[in-house]
């Protein structure tokens, strides 16, 4: 398995999500919340305005700790959205705003 892999699955399965953001502005709020959370929580402070972008190795390590955090749980995704939702979703934001996820090769 990919080190990768908890990523690129959980990319794959909430980028989706983004287009809510069109029609959903208290989701958009809240997956900006998380954002600024794991923006804290994984990253050096930097100088100035702009965030330093996250490392790729933490912020795997910390999908793969909130994967593994749910399936002790038993959480199932729900039709709307929850904390989960949004963290998953600010997950994936971070890996697609900052060019984390390898471009897929077609087969």
Same mark, same amino acid.
């Given at each position: 398995?990919?080190?990768?892999?908890?990523?690129?699955?959980? &990319?794959?399965?909430?980028?989706?999500? $983004?287009?809510?953001?069109? $029609?959903?502005?208290? $989701?958009?709020?809240?997956? #900006?919340?998380?954002?600024?959370?794991?923006?804290?929580?994984?990253?050096?402070? %930097?100088?100035?305005?702009? +965030?330093?972008? +996250?490392?790729?190795?933490?912020? &795997?390590?910390?999908?793969? %700790?909130?994967? #593994? %955090?749910?399936?002790?749980t038993? *959480?199932?995704?729900?039709? %709307?959205?929850?904390?989960?939702?949004?963290?998953? &979703?600010?997950?994936? *934001?971070?890996?697609h705003?900052?060019?984390?996820?390898?471009?897929?090769? #077609?087969?």
């Open positions: 398995m990919s080190p990768l892999t908890p990523l690129v699955e959980i &990319t794959r399965a909430y980028a989706p999500r $983004f287009a809510e953001f069109a $029609f959903e502005p208290a $989701f958009t709020a809240a997956v #900006d919340q998380h954002v600024a959370e794991l923006r804290e929580r994984l990253m050096a402070a %930097g100088s100035g305005l702009v +965030p330093l972008p +996250p490392d790729r190795e933490s912020l &795997t390590d910390y999908a793969l %700790g909130f994967l #593994d %955090g749910l399936a002790e038993d *959480w199932r995704e729900p039709v %709307g959205h929850d904390y989960a939702v949004c963290r998953l &979703t600010a997950i994936t *934001w971070l890996a705003h900052h060019n984390l996820i390898p471009p897929q090769r #077609d087969h």
